[in-house]
């Protein structure tokens, strides 16, 4: 089994927030650049953030101020912490684990936001 599990999308109001999580299954047993995607209906898939097996951070241009990505090492999992969410944020979300074989992807878990 080499496929992300993701949880945490929902239904959630303009202004709201939700906590996304991808967790590597024990295969992956060391530190791997991962991170998030997420593609809208009807559009090119966009890099959200993503997180270094040193730390590094990087962020989408229009989520920067907003999304906080963070991992926990022991367990192999990352987080999206989302705050302030817009109508355009809404998308299937989509985890990523970069290794030395290829990405590996979860199954996607999908953010709505709307009044």
């Known amino acids: 089994q080499e496929q992300l599990v993701e949880s945490g999308g929902g239904l959630v109001q303009p202004g709201g927030s939700l906590r996304l999580s991808c967790a590597a299954p024990a295969i992956f047993f060391s530190i791997y650049p991962m991170g998030w995607y997420r593609r809208a209906p009807g559009k090119e898939r966009e890099l959200v953030a993503s997180i270094g097996s040193s730390g590094e951070l990087n962020y989408g241009n229009s989520v920067k101020g907003r999304f906080t990505i963070s991992r926990d090492n022991a367990n192999n999992k990352v987080y999206l912490q989302m705050d302030s969410l817009k109508p355009e944020d809404t998308a299937v979300y989509y985890c990523?684990?970069?290794?030395?074989?290829?990405?590996?992807w979860g199954a996607g878990t999908p953010v709505t936001v709307s009044s």
């Open positions: 990523f684990l970069d290794e030395s074989r290829g990405r590996f």
